[in-house]
Nanobody
Framework: VLLVESGGGLVQPGGSLRLSCAAS????????MRWYRQPPGKARELVAH????????NYADAVKGRFTITRDNAKNTVYLQMNSLKPEDTAVYYC???????????WGQGTQVTVSS
């Protein structure tokens, strides 16, 4: 399993970014995908997840209405569109998936998002 994030960077408050996560090494269309983030000095937290078919999503309260998770199963890629960014969104953002039997979780290397003027 390989997950490679891209699209991070420095953006001003109120701006937008779109993160991408390219997946390989597994049947992407069969797996739930998740975005996590880890702010400086804090624990990693779940931001959003999307089911295998792309028709069910869920978001952390802190990002509801501002972030949108989508996926393109033909391209083996999951996206996180981030709008109205705030300084508190500054974090390393990670792509994640998991499987059962036994439970195993997989992580990308992360991409830095910095929201600052």
């Amino acid at each position: 399993v390989l997950l490679v994030e891209s699209g991070g960077g420095l953006v001003q408050p109120g701006g937008s970014l779109r993160l991408s996560c390219a997946a390989s090494g597994f049947t992407f269309s069969s797996y739930t995908m998740r975005w996590y983030r880890q702010p400086p000095g804090k624990a990693r937290e779940l931001v959003a997840h999307i089911n295998s078919g792309g028709d069910m999503t869920n978001y952390a309260d802190a990002v509801k209405g501002r972030f949108t998770i989508t996926r393109d199963n033909a391209k083996n890629t999951v996206y996180l569109q981030m709008n109205s960014l705030k300084p508190e969104d500054t974090a390393v953002y990670y792509c994640n998936t998991f499987r059962f039997g036994p439970y195993t979780t997989y992580w990308g290397q992360g991409t830095q998002v910095t929201v600052s003027s």
